[in-house]
Structures are given as structure tokens and as C-alpha cells.
């Protein structure tokens, strides 16, 4: 999936050289850009860190006697997050 004109924003990150020579070397090995290679960095840590937060939960649930959720806890727990998430903002605003 490749970005179109306009549709990206860029960020200024800064790296001690060493690792800046790793990145460089890295990209130009896989014949990609420096941009690439972070956006398929950035993807591989959101989705790690969504599979560590299902791991947690699923162990929580099994620590509580469930065997983890099925297909009719979706809605509900989608409407607790939601719920959580707008108490949460309520209070900031406060």
C-alpha cells in the first residue's frame, strides 16, 4: 500500500549515528526507503503490542475460571471499552 501525494505527514526523528548506519544499510539491503522501512516497523509494533494486550486479557479471563471470550462477549466488552473510554475523557474535561 503506497501513500498518495498528500496523504502522508512526515516526523523528524533522531538517531545516534551507529544506528543511523544500521537503518541506512537495512533499507538499502531490502532496496527500500528509510520511510518504508519504519512505516512496516511502526505496523509490526502495533500489532505485536495488540497481540500482547489479547494475551493479557485471555490470560486475565482464564485466571477468572474463563476459558476466554466467544462471539457474544464482543458486543459487550466493545460497549464497556467504549464506555470507559468516554468516562475517561468526561473527567479530563472536568
Do not use: C, H
Request: glycine share 4%; net charge neutral; proline share 4%.
Amino acid at each position: 500500500m503506497s501513500p498518495r501525494a498528500g496523504t502522508t505527514r512526515t516526523f523528524t526523528i533522531s538517531f545516534p549515528p551507529d544506528l543511523a548506519d544500521q537503518v541506512e544499510r537495512l533499507a538499502a539491503r531490502e532496496s527500500r526507503t528509510t520511510s518504508e522501512l519504519f512505516r512496516e516497523a511502526f505496523r509490526t509494533y502495533r500489532a505485536e503490542r495488540i497481540r500482547a494486550l489479547f494475551e493479557e486479557s485471555l490470560a486475565e479471563a482464564r485466571e477468572r475460571g474463563n476459558n476466554g471470550y466467544g462471539p457474544e462477549d464482543v458486543e459487550r466488552l466493545v460497549d464497556e471499552v467504549r464506555a470507559e473510554r468516554w468516562a475517561a475523557k468526561q473527567s479530563a474535561t472536568k
